[in-house]
């Protein structure tokens, strides 16, 4: 049985970049700056309550089944049987809908909590599967590797059965470009685009990029990340759902970045180079020439994943 | 021009294993104890003169445009414009036509033999892409897998246009596992039952898998090395022209190997783990079932690529 350990807690866990440009499903980033915060308490009731305020909240549903904070707690309170329930508040920061792990962030810093909470002691692909379950609730599929990132920080890869691999970001400057527009079921839109066969060519390129890209980590060589970051398996499809995107990225390697694609599942794209302001604010004009408003936040990767604060 | 400042040398370059599971046409490792040594003389006929001796020196091609030390040696004379040729002779050593990159071990010795002869100024880029002519010689396209890792030894990376990146190898032991089997155009032939098409899960997955690999090298992790060892974008097709190569690889598997799968274009397997001796027995043995006889070869990583001696 789960002792309560401690009643109220609040936890922080950074937003995250996933794919990565040539890792599709295996990459994850953690980043700098920018995550949600959350709030638990424990309360007498088996339910789990969930409120929500700052950017985007009136958006997200407050249903625990289908919240990504909620999923995690009420597969904690469900699946270890407890006799009480969880109240979550969430600090929304991470934009929504973006690409930027919105959920995964939720889910992780939930995750983390309800695991101090409770004094659990879970493996790391325990914990991992845990924040996993939370994207499951919003995406659909319980896909890890935005939440792998917000949850361990770093620079992460997903294996089978939620093994992960982490090790220390490179030290490069990340520039987010978030467009104005919005899907209803983004993630579920993004995997649709995909088609089941690609070109035996296509994955080997892939596989070379994204191999060149964790030793570019491995090795701390910023300048073989940035180049490492092209994608010939997703981003000729996932191109499509975003306005004006080969005059985006075009824009952003012309300003100078070593390397540009799609931020997770869209709409929003990143770019790494040594000028982040000037290749945001070529990409912001691009999407401009379409008539879309965008937002650039520039980052950095964070070696700190979820925490309690 | 090129002033020939040694008139006679004698190289040696290691054998290697190209692909390594999940790394098809990228990844490449050069093994320790066993080489191709090419010597070679300068003539004053503007030709190129081969002779070769050892184990199956009989069955390789000795026009200079057919093989690979051959063609490597003919394309610095006609592409430099010497007023002399080459005499080489090959010391065969690495066994032909197994996947264990014979052709690639003498191309790369004869890269380095005439570099240091000539004095050439090579960047590792035009130093990988002479090399990899003389497989282009044998196979038909200049792939760099192979005479990446027998040029600069250790694990290598080959990307676009001969860039390698090359790391030192893990602690681990090799043993690689060759059937008595032979075919006609070997290379050419594994590369025909490849289909245009993979399934984008199965790309994920060697993406996946390349990128734990790659992970094990830099961190040292010689576990995480073997168990990376998947590939399920090549190796379903290239199993058909192994004799028994699904028992073959479970005995490896069921004897204690981490990993198991196709050296190079095959048709040896190799496996990583810590025994083995026991690990090549049972190999061999389930060969034998298929009533194929086979050799096997306890080998580890070599740090060091061609070399003169």
Not at 54 to 67: F, M, R, V
Request: glycine share 12%; with cysteine; proline share 5%.
């Amino acid at each position: 049985m789960c002792q309560v350990t401690v009643k109220q807690i609040r936890v922080y866990a950074p937003a995250s970049i996933a794919n990565l440009g040539p890792g599709f499903d295996v990459f994850g980033i953690a980043l700098d700056g920018i995550g949600d915060t959350v709030i638990l308490d424990v309360i007498p009731e088996r339910r789990v309550e969930i409120t929500a305020s700052g950017d985007g909240a009136n958006t997200i549903p407050l249903e625990a089944e289908s919240n990504s904070a909620g999923a995690v707690a009420f597969y904690v309170m469900e699946s270890r049987g407890l006799d009480h329930g969880f109240r979550i508040h969430i600090k929304k920061r991470v934009p929504i809908g973006k690409g930027m792990g919105s959920s995964g962030s939720s889910a992780a810093a939930t995750a983390l909590g309800v695991r101090e909470m409770l004094g659990l002691e879970l493996s790391q692909r325990e914990y991992v599967h845990l924040a996993a379950v939370g994207e499951g609730a919003v995406s659909g599929s319980p896909h890890a590797d935005n939440v792998a990132a917000s949850l361990l920080g770093g620079f992460t890869m997903v294996g089978h059965e939620y093994e992960v691999i982490r090790l220390d970001p490179p030290e490069v400057e990340i520039v987010v470009v978030l467009p104005d527009v919005y899907y209803e079921n983004k993630t579920r839109l993004a995997r649709s685009l995909l088609p089941e066969k690609v070109g035996l060519k296509e994955a080997v390129l892939n596989v070379g990029y994204a191999s060149r890209m964790v030793a570019a980590v491995a090795i701390g060589d910023p300048v073989l990340f940035g180049r490492s970051i092209n994608d010939h398996l997703i981003e000729p499809y996932r191109a499509e759902m975003i306005p004006n995107f080969w005059n985006v990225k075009q824009a952003a390697l012309e300003a100078g970045a070593y390397g540009c694609s799609i931020a997770g599942g869209g709409p929003s794209l990143f770019a790494v180079g040594e000028n982040s302001e000037e290749i945001g604010e070529a990409m912001a004009e691009a999407f401009g020439d379409a008539d879309v408003d965008s937002r650039v936040i520039l980052t950095r990767p964070s070696k700190l994943g979820a925490r309690v604060i």
